[in-house]
């Protein structure tokens, strides 16, 4: 197994159409039941009755909500005693066991060398981990099954590799427009703007303390242990939460693809085979927002009005598992002060594979989200999403 330095070059990006931002759904609820219950237990649904016409794996996309933000002021709503590291920690190990996917994309991970690594192994399931950078505890991991799969290669990426760029002058123009987007913003700041900037950030006027955000990702390339031994590239990330700066986000999420070229162009190249890429995470976006079509820049054609010649330009164009089948899921962050869809399972429509089920979610009426999360039916304040992927040789 191999491990990759993060490459100092960057592709450039296509531009991108401007397209309105959605406005945050606020859903008011009852209050929750302050009795334990059964962790709630998804299942996956079937998109088609059709056979199965070759291998099959599942990958799981899910923000377990990192026990170091866990305050009962920020989740007034939530029973005291769900919230504590011994209850929470039973309870996402048996959402997670239950499950039964072969590949989970976990975000929000602590305690993971003193609890996650673990248990998990001994269920089988190996993982590779990528904590944040700064003072952060949390970080991103990929879990997979000894029996499903075998890693032959990984990397992590680090955002803050933004900044370096900046520094260096190795951003490309793409990805350099939203850092000068970051520095006009900023000088608006400068002019007397009541936007609220916490005081953590640092100084928001200078552009490299603007996108150093701390935000990590990793990425992983499997050989699934069937009768053709495809390769699976699986990358895990968690984007930037704030709304008010969407122009880091965006960045970000610019940068991510130019780190999947490189990784799925290097993987083609060393292994002399063609790969799979599917892409999870908690990318605190809505369907529709900038970040949102930045990643499924590959099907604008259709919905924006993007010409063939720009798409050749993408250089990861990707689809949404849940929205190219049944559509995005109506929230997957349920809170009282904000419900809404941030998590998502992205795959390369041009590979070999197909979704053929999703995990079901819940719905705003179910008694089992009443109240907000977390509860006793749901140990994190996201729920976990699920695809269930079909290989089939010359798809």
């Given at each position: 197994m191999l491990k990759l330095k993060a490459s100092p070059f960057?592709?450039?990006?296509?531009?991108?159409?401007?397209?309105?931002?959605?406005?945050?759904?606020?859903?008011?609820?009852?209050?929750?039941?302050?009795?334990?219950?059964?962790?709630?237990?998804?299942?996956f649904v079937s998109l088609d009755e059709n056979e199965p016409q070759g291998t099959r794996f599942?990958?799981?996309?899910?923000?377990?909500?990192?026990?170091?933000?866990?305050?009962?002021?920020?989740?007034?709503?939530?029973?005291?005693a769900c919230l504590r590291w011994k209850a929470r920690s039973k309870a996402v190990l048996a959402v997670l066991k239950?499950?039964?996917?072969?590949?989970?994309?976990?975000?929000?991970?602590?305690?993971?060398?003193?609890?996650?690594?673990?248990?998990?192994?001994?269920?089988g399931i190996s993982s590779i981990y990528i904590q944040r950078t700064g003072q952060k505890r949390d970080g991103c991991g990929i879990f997979y099954k000894h029996d499903s799969a075998e890693m032959i290669l990984q990397d992590t990426i680090d955002y803050n590799d933004l900044v370096n760029s900046i520094q260096d002058g190795a951003l490309s123009d793409n990805v350099r427009s939203d850092a000068q987007a970051s520095e006009n913003k900023d000088a608006k700041l400068k002019d007397g703007s009541t936007q609220k900037v916490p005081q953590d950030r640092g100084d928001p006027n200078d552009p490299c303390v603007r996108l150093k955000r701390d935000c990590v990702g990793i990425m992983a390339a499997f050989k699934l242990k069937d009768s053709h031994n495809h390769?699976?590239?699986?990358?895990?990330?968690?984007?930037?939460?704030?709304?008010?700066w969407e122009d880091v986000k965006l960045a970000q999420a610019k940068y991510l693809l130019l780190r999947l070229a490189q990784f799925k162009a290097l993987v083609s190249e060393r292994f002399k085979c063609a790969s799979s890429l599917i892409v999870a995470g908690d990318f605190n976006s809505t369907p529709g927002d900038k970040v949102y079509e930045c990643l499924v820049s590959g099907n604008l054609l259709s919905s924006s009005g993007t010409t063939a010649e720009q798409l050749e330009d993408a250089p990861i164009p990707l689809r949404s598992a849940y929205g190219s089948?049944?559509?995005?899921?109506?929230?997957t962050n349920c809170t009282p002060d904000f419900t809404d869809t941030l998590d998502y399972i992205f795959f390369s429509p041009s590979d070999s594979i197909k979704p053929v089920s999703l995990l079901e979610l819940p719905g705003l009426d179910s008694s089992d989200v009443?109240?907000?999360?977390?509860?006793?039916?749901?140990?994190?304040?996201?729920?976990?999403?699920?695809?269930?992927?079909?290989?089939?040789?010359?798809?």
């Open positions: 960057l592709f450039p990006l296509p531009a991108l159409p401007r397209l309105p931002i959605p406005t945050f759904t606020r859903t008011v609820f009852c209050r929750m039941s302050a009795t334990p219950a059964t962790p709630h237990h998804p299942k599942r990958v799981v996309s899910y923000n377990i909500l990192a026990q170091v933000y866990v305050k009962s002021a920020s989740f007034p709503h939530s029973p005291s239950n499950l039964g996917a072969d590949f989970l994309c976990l975000q929000e991970v602590d305690e993971y060398e003193s609890f996650y690594k673990g248990n998990m192994e001994s269920n390769i699976v590239i699986v990358a895990n990330t968690h984007i930037y939460w704030d709304p008010e089948t049944r559509g995005e899921p109506k929230f009443s109240g907000g999360l977390p509860n006793f039916s749901h140990p994190s304040d996201h729920l976990p999403i699920g695809v269930e992927f079909e290989y089939v040789c010359g798809l």
